[in-house]
């Protein structure tokens, strides 16, 4: 058994850091030097839900718990874990028989459901309900007689889980390029599904490739992006063309946060960097630059964007405006193994409860 496939806690080394001054001299900056702050930014509804999970269940549990994959695609809130008795895994088998196991936020598939089932271990299920939402799309799909073209990353965990839904009636679509090759049996009988977590505007191109070939392809009944990657890429947008350069804060297996760097990009940014903590800025990306973005994908902690916003200042970047293009008040409902863990301890948390997305 190992405990440490997805172990993050590796001390990571800060570069050495140029004064302002130095900075300053080497670019200086005309306009006024200021920081557009986007909302909404961080944490959304499921990981939110995903993290006090795992945080209830040691709580209530005892370490070690383990997570089957990170829980959320974020490298501070998966070492925050670990350090708090959290035991990360690849898959079931690493798992003591009997042991306690939280699946992530990404879903799983009906195998992985069933080979926890066949080593007896206890479950707690943190699928976001909007990925459990397309799940039961594909199942019903695959049911009617339809194939399913699944709009998504290969290999990325929650595009796994829809997939074995109904592997033998789902094809996986990666980028436009796909849509143009992809080979189906009965174009009459075809319905598109998506990763939650895709370019809202790459998605779309994708199914008119899809639509032009297969000109009876279905939609889903509603959209299967997320609420939440929807607004985080709506609010940098907006900021985007206003910008010398975006901070996205995420991780890099985070594919909404990798996202926002290309919303970004695409709509006039005229930089955009990606990083996990604010020791990863380069004093380098400030030369010329009067107007800094700063956004954070949903799996990122808000903790770790007042360390950029710290930072920023440092370099003369106080003024932070916000720039709210959607307000978010979702709460979704703790899974239902750990409710009835907490209604029977007593735990108000059973009725609803946020993290402190402040790990
Ligand atoms: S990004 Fe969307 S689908 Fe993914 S966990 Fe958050 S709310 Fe759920």
């Avoid at 944490?43 to 839900?49: F, Q």
């Avoid at 990404?106 to 707690?124: E, K, M, N, Y």
């Avoid at 604010?278 to 770790?304: K, M, N, Q, R």
Wanted: glycine share 6%.
């Amino acid at each position: 058994m190992s405990s440490t496939a997805v172990s993050l806690s590796m001390p990571v080394v800060p570069r050495r850091r140029r004064s302002p001054e130095e900075v300053a001299a080497a670019a200086p900056v005309t306009g006024e030097k200021r920081v557009l702050l986007a909302a909404p930014r961080g944490y959304c509804a499921g990981v939110d839900r995903a993290v006090i999970a795992v945080e209830k269940a040691l709580e209530h549990h005892g370490a070690p718990v383990y997570v089957r994959k990170q829980i959320v695609h974020n490298v501070h809130v998966v070492s925050s874990l670990e350090a708090r008795g959290a035991i990360f895994v690849e898959e079931n088998d690493e798992v003591p028989e009997g042991a306690l196991v939280v699946f992530s936020a990404h879903g799983v598939s009906p195998a992985v459901v069933q080979s926890a089932a066949d080593r007896g271990l206890r479950t707690i299920d943190a699928t976001c309900p909007l990925v459990t939402k397309v799940h039961k799309e594909a199942v019903r799909f695959a049911k009617e007689d339809n194939h399913i073209l699944l709009i998504g990353h290969e290999g990325h965990e929650e595009v796994e889980g829809t997939y074995g839904e109904a592997p033998e009636s789902t094809t996986i679509v990666n980028n436009p390029e796909e849509a143009r090759t992809v080979q189906v049996a009965d174009p009459d009988h075809l319905i598109w599904l998506s990763q939650t977590t895709l370019s809202v505007d790459e998605t779309m191109e994708i199914v008119d490739i899809l639509r032009e070939r297969f000109p009876n392809l279905q939609n889903p009944p509603s959209d299967d992006i997320c609420y939440a990657t929807t607004n985080r890429q709506s609010a940098i947008k907006e900021i985007a063309p206003q910008a010398d350069l975006v901070i996205v804060v995420g991780s890099a297996n985070s594919s909404n946060s990798v996202r926002l760097v290309e919303v970004a990009l695409e709509y006039g940014a005229k930089a955009s960097y990606r990083v996990d903590f604010a020791h990863e800025i380069d004093e380098s990306w400030f030369e010329g630059v009067a107007s800094v973005g700063v956004t954070s994908g949903a799996s990122v902690p808000e903790i770790l964007v007042k360390d950029v916003l710290s930072l920023l200042a440092e370099y003369g970047f106080a003024s932070v405006e916000e720039v709210v293009t959607a307000t978010e008040d979702i709460l979704f409902s703790l899974p239902k193994e750990l409710r009835a863990t907490l209604k029977a301890a007593g735990d108000p948390a059973y009725k609803g409860a946020r993290s402190s997305n402040l790990l």
